[in-house]
């Protein structure tokens, strides 16, 4: 067991590190050296399991295709699943250190922008624990998602060099690395038999270089690994041209190619943007298919074999040129003919759909994919020719066609593409699968019924509770009577049987209170910003998009002030409301909803009425470490999405576990969480998806309402006069009134408001707050990622 390595040997581990890797003793040793050399040691211990681990081949191994990895801190996580975090612990403290200083010295891996970075970080923890043999694949972004700063009351955006602390995790695997072509001509030739052929000249060539990070299963039986693209010239620099004296001329080539792997999301409002995008996108999936079906030919010898032990689930549509790019490998290089190798493709790739929203479907320029991509047009031309005589056969000549082909509109659409292909797709919520099978893809459904399924997303419980919320595990340990649930979350439930037990109650809302101060703690050190931890923490932490609502969070806020200038003496709850979000870079409105934000943040720190009675924080560069302060902390949880626009959600699920109490609409996983919890713990408002289609269809006036509610009419007002830093924005409150309200906040706005009400009125009382939150942790359980891995694993990758 590595849980039997004891402190001594981990600090004479650290310190023999400390040595032979930085020439310091642990005395004049800095904190970043100490944690360099404890992350080299954990993986070292991980490495060497991986190496004994018993030589077998495994029925099917899952490839974990993903744009983001949002990983955050890997130290404590690793340690935490190995079995030796006490360990680690006391060596550090035995060495003069304060444990948590070394952890805080890890930067976020920035790998990812939001949910879908954090559910694979989830999904690759869950995978180890259970044993699945998986490899998940990304990106190896020098910079990731970028750092945010507020200036001037604004958002902007700076580098985040994450990799220069991460060197212990990343190992690079020259012996693996392959070449990705990009551009060229394609010159095809028909031979008399009728066989094809063709000559591929004047590409780019890029190098792929893999860097791996090994990842440790709870309990250290299993370690998989996580293996991450960064992109090299073949070349360093052009010899000629530098003896000429062209230095930078002659390093042109390098950078063009390592720009690839520069930036998670470079902004595409622009050729420029769009064509660095899909070139990632191509270097990722060419780089991923070459490793897999090399790693199958060393296996098991045989191509023909492929989908007998191996399924690749494609995490979103960034991967979907995985399918052409298979078809070519397996053509071009194995000659397989189309028949044969389609049904190898078809049998081997699934697709996660995470989006509701047709116009959030990626699609590229078609001549950009021509230039950038030739032989792979070549591929995905026959594929749409194919595809589109399925549709025909099935639909005649009537739009549906249309609609659903691949290239369409001088467009390449690859969800379409993923439709005809893959052998499996699923929806990441039981209301987002209807909605794919009922809505977004229905006329695909109607031909192809066994295609569609749905699995709930999930969240690493080990970290999200056990780790960040030590002291509710403790509580959980010490009324189930063990710590079974780490590995069986659905015992959480169990917990619900002390709802009532006074003296549980009472524990629940000390440990809150520690965790309120602890976060008030991190808001001063990250933020100089002073919060009020006996005022409830209401907290909306979200990528920022206008269908997630923060805007209609800010419109109650500003009544609340309002009412509280109308009646300085009346009775308020005190409340701190907490943002964390990213705005993209070329997301306009998303940057304006922050910077109003921030407004009122300032306007209400200096409004004397409302200290320590109504506060905003905001906190900067929101990732995986802020959100491991606030979710222990939050009480309440704002998942307040326009029905029918949130796939799942699992921030949810987070706040949830950690006890807080939600307040949402009918949408993406909330549907699920009120099935656990009905109306007793959750507080529902708004409208349902089929009641906002009525109302659009019947001519929906958002200008009506507002003449209709004079407080409604008066804080928008209030928001288009501006607040005290001179700042107005009435621009966004003509969006809602003039512009249709195409997210429906103002229908919404007034039951929101009175859901509100009620919500604060109900956890006046202590006692009954603390029962909420002792329901809403243990019915908590069945949204563990290990339950939806497992139905992966069972329905879809169908793993025996």
């Not at 009532?500 to 703690?521: C, H, M, S, Y």
């Amino acid at each position: 067991m590595v849980s039997q390595i004891s402190k001594d040997e981990i600090r004479g581990a650290i310190e023999d590190k400390l040595c032979a890797y930085f020439c310091v003793t642990n005395e004049n040793a800095t904190d970043d050296q100490v944690f360099q050399a404890s992350a080299q040691v954990l993986r070292e211990i991980m490495s060497r399991f991986r190496a004994v681990e018993p030589e077998r081949k495994p029925g099917k191994e899952v490839h974990y295709m993903s744009m983001e990895f949002l990983l955050g801190r890997s130290l404590m996580k690793n340690a935490f699943n190995l079995g030796v975090g006490e360990a680690l612990t006391e060596a550090l403290k035995e060495m003069g250190r304060n444990a948590s200083d070394i952890f805080e010295e890890e930067p976020d891996a920035g790998l990812g922008n939001g949910g879908l970075g954090r559910l694979a970080a989830c999904y690759m923890d869950s995978l180890a624990s259970l044993g699945v043999e998986a490899t998940g694949y990304s990106i190896c972004y020098e910079l990731g998602i970028f750092k945010q700063k507020f200036q001037d009351g604004k958002q902007t955006e700076t580098e985040d060099s994450w990799t220069t602390g991460m060197h212990s995790w990343l190992v690079p695997e020259y012996e693996d690395a392959v070449e990705v072509r990009f551009g060229g001509q394609i010159s095809p030739h028909w031979d008399q038999f009728g066989h094809y052929s063709f000559q591929h000249t004047d590409y780019t060539s890029v190098t792929a270089l893999p860097q791996d990070m090994l990842i440790a299963g709870y309990g250290g039986n299993k370690i998989n690994k996580l293996r991450l693209w960064e992109a090299k010239s073949p070349s360093s620099l052009d010899m000629f041209l530098f003896s000429e004296g062209e230095y930078i001329k002659s390093m042109e080539q390098r950078t063009l190619a390592e720009v690839i792997t520069k930036v998670l999301y470079p902004a595409d409002d622009h050729i420029k943007g769009k064509t660095l995008r899909l070139k990632q996108q191509y270097f990722f999936v060419s780089a991923t298919a070459q490793d897999i079906v090399r790693k199958h030919l060393k296996t098991w010898g045989d191509i023909r074999s492929f989908p007998e032990h191996h399924t690749i689930q494609i995490n979103d549509t960034h991967p979907t040129l995985i399918i052409p790019e298979l078809m070519r490998i397996f053509m071009d290089e194995f000659n397989l003919g189309w028949d044969e190798a389609w049904k190898l493709v078809r049998a081997s790739v699934a697709y996660t759909n995470h989006t509701v929203m047709s116009e959030a479907l990626e699609k590229w320029p078609q001549t950009l994919v021509q230039q950038l991509l030739p032989r792979l047009w070549e591929i995905i031309c026959e594929i749409n020719r194919r595809w589109c005589d399925e549709l025909i056969s099935a639909f005649g000549n009537d739009e549906r066609v249309g609609r659903n082909l691949i290239i369409n509109g001088d467009q390449v659409h690859m969800a379409n593409m993923c439709l005809a292909t893959c052998y499996r797709v699923n929806g990441v919520s039981r209301l987002h699968g209807d909605i794919l099978k009922n809505d977004l893809f229905k006329d695909v459904y109607g031909i192809k019924p066994d295609l569609f399924t749905y699995v709930t997303n999930g969240i690493d419980h080990r970290r999200w509770l056990t780790q960040i919320n030590p002291g509710l595990h403790e509580l959980i340990r010490e009324t189930l009577g063990s710590e079974d649930y780490l590995t069986k979350p659905e015992q959480l439930v169990r917990f619900c049987d002390f709802a009532d037990d006074t003296a549980v109650r009472e524990q629940v809302n000390r440990i809150k209170l520690e965790n309120k101060k602890r976060f008030a703690d991190f808001a001063l050190h990250n933020d100089n910003y002073r919060l009020n931890p006996d005022s409830v923490i209401d907290v909306q932490i979200k990528r920022l998009h206008e269908y997630k609502r923060q805007l209609l969070c800010a419109m109650s806020i500003v009544e609340m002030q309002l009412q509280l200038h109308d009646d300085p003496n009346m009775d308020f709850v005190p409340r701190t409301f907490v943002f964390g979000a990213k705005a993209a870079a070329a997301y306009k409105t998303a940057k304006r909803i922050i910077e109003l934000l921030l407004s009122l943040s300032k306007e209400l720190a200096n409004d004397p009425v409302c200290k320590d009675r109504l506060q905003v924080y905001f906190v900067e560069n929101y990732r995986v470490s802020a959100a491991e302060a606030i979710v222990p902390a939050a009480q309440v949880s704002e998942q307040i999405s326009t029905a029918g626009k949130e796939a799942s959600g699992t921030g949810c699920m987070k706040l949830m576990m950690n006890g807080a109490v939600t307040i949402g609409t009918l949408d993406g996983a909330n549907v699920e969480m009120y099935e656990q919890l009905g109306d007793e713990n959750m507080f529902l408002f708004g409208l349902h998806t089929d009641e906002i289609a009525r109302w659009r269809s019947s001519g929906y006036n958002p200008g009506e309402i507002v003449r209709r509610d004079w407080g409604l009419e008066r804080l928008l007002n209030r928001i288009s006069a501006g607040f005290s830093d001179g700042k107005n924005y009435s621009d966004l409150v003509s969006s809602l009134v003039y512009g249709g309200d195409p997210y429906m906040l103002i229908a919404d706005y007034r039951a929101y408001a009175d859901c509100q009400k009620k919500l604060y009125d109900t956890i006046r009382n202590d006692g009954e707050f603390a029962r909420m939150s002792i329901m809403n942790t243990g019915r908590s359980g069945i949204f563990a990622a290990d339950r939806a891995v497992k139905e992966y694993v069972d329905n879809i990758w169908e793993i025996k």
